[in-house]
């Protein structure tokens, strides 16, 4: 076929083509020219994945318009979902939804879904993660990135345990820049409609509701890849509403679903390990113990409103640690991210002045955290943050009680 | 004198029945209007909230730009609005009520007097309300804030936000209302300038060494990465 009738095919009837094996998406402004380059040496290194076509995905604007196909692949512009409010993450998560619109309109049979830094764009990347779809081992690949113990604190003390807990799989980064998806995935989140198909895309959850079937594969890939997060800069509360504020909401959503989930299912992790590329310096943790001292003594008031008196009581108890010895139990924090992702459900306050009450308790449990793990070998760690995942997981019946009866249920 | 006495009593008693037997259909009329205006208040309250709930309108506006909620968290958008549906029929109604009993009376002195306050009445509950809501909301906001910007009198910040925005509401208020006014304006005048002139004087002539102190302290401190920017949360 000339390349002319295929750039014309894509612009009007794209279904109606070859299959495509895979749809490479980037969910953000990037360089076309490097983007041919990167992606002709990555299929260069990895090898086409199948005899179909490869398609490469960047959001182009209104009037952009597909790119000759050149070196094995074409190049076709989505369009971005418009997002009102939300955050950076929530135009990632727009970006993302773009491309698994597209992915399904082409009825691709995988879709990558990558960064706009292009730092996943490698060989080993796209063959593992790709392949892990491709190979049917598994609906949704997440990436698990190689940080040190004092990165992705968020997703250690909430967003990690929190969505294996609910979402019963035991997954390390359930807010991925990148993930690869099967076509059954695809079309389900393609087709989701309402509140679901719109604000921060949670890939997990999807991969554990309807219409995807029970046994739906999710597996994690070892990730060579090191991004700076979209909000740099932000302070800690706007980073909680975003993050943990789209959470929540999603909890709000899906609460059908993770109200039927027990327990948690290992995910198959592909690839080796990677060493971090951030060095690990020491960090003093007397700033944040004070913060949360300074809060316990002023807002008390406000966290009555969502907490319950016994986990009042023991904050109250640990505002009196000296700072060496300041430890947060798991259970306690594990509780307490529950009542605020209640408070959030029932608006028991406005929700910016809830993630700003929520704040210094996150500090409190980064300052607990910090100094248990200092010392620890890198195997430990990773033990410690099984401890808090099994402690989210232990107290979910208490979410649930509270959930379904936040009136009558008293703690 | 005996006889007198007793004529005396029975007019008077005659008196007041006639004037309850005239008063009475119009006392009837009113409550007959307050409580069909009830009915119609909750009928359309509750076609209020299904219209609402069915085109998902909660959802909507959380979507927008508006932000209700944040104001008043404990209530849905549509809580809100079926509320406000449901008072506006019932205080329609109560004035329905008063001018059908006053149409009864001989006199229609109740109903003007009424209708001629109730303008002022409602503008001040409602600046009443605003003020109320705006007030809490701020200083919550502000104790956040100061808690989370590591300041020690972060309390005090907030309970000064709330009473300044409280008072100004008071004084809102008794102006609408239209009591007081002169007192009430040299009165807010005094206070309201006296606290922003004492606490000009206090960070102008107190805080001066503190503040020249922390300046000097800011300059001589060596440049290290606080403990926020070595962690990084997400």
Known sequence: MAEAEVLEETGSGAGQQAAV?????????VSLDELRIRVSEVLAQAGRPGPGRVVVAWPGGEDATPVEPRDGFELIPYRVPPVNDGGAWAQISAAQRGVLALAAELKAAACLVLAADLEALHGEAVQTMAGAVLGRQCDLALPVYALTRYEGLLNTAILAP?????????????????????????????HSHGAN???????????????MPRNAGVCQVHLRAH????ME????TAVLSQIVGALFTEVELTASSWQRLRGSQPATVWGEPHAPVMPEEPVDAREMVESFQLAARNLGELWSLVLPPVALLELKRLARQPVESFRMPDALWARMVYDFALAHRLRTMGRSHLMGALTPLYLGWVASYVQEIALLPAAEVAERQERLARAFEENKPYLVSRWRWPDRFNP | MWNQIEQALEQSMQRVFEKIATLLPGLLAALVAVLIFLALAWAAAWLTRTVLTAVGFDARLTRGAVAIAEWTPAYTPTLL????????????????????????????VVSHAMFAFVPRLIGAAILLLVGNVLARFLSRSVLIAAVNMNLDYARLLSLGVKWLVLVLTGAMVLDHLGLGQQIVDMAFGILFGGIVLALSLAVGL????????????????PVELPTQEKLRHF
């Open chain 1, 21 to 29: 094996d895979l749809l490479i998406g980037v969910t953000g402004a």
């Open chain 1, 227 to 230: 991004h700076h997060a979209p």
């Open chain 1, 197 to 211: 198909a719109q604000g921060v895309l949670w890939p997990l959850s999807h991969a554990v509701q309807e219409p």
């Open chain 1, 162 to 190: 929190m969505s294996r807990a609910l979402y019963a799989r035991r997954v390390e980064f359930p807010l991925p820049f990148e993930f690869a998806a099967s076509a059954r995935y695809v079309e389900c989140v393609a």
């Open chain 2, 206 to 221: 107190g805080s001066r060494d503190l503040v020249s102190r922390s300046l000097e302290r800011e300059a001589a401190k």
């Open chain 1, 233 to 236: 800069g932000l302070d800690l």
């Open chain 2, 81 to 108: 609005v079926t509320r406000i549906v449901f008072w506006v029929f019932v205080v329609t109604g109560l004035l329905v009520g008063v001018s059908a009993f006053d149409a009864a009376s001989s006199e229609p």
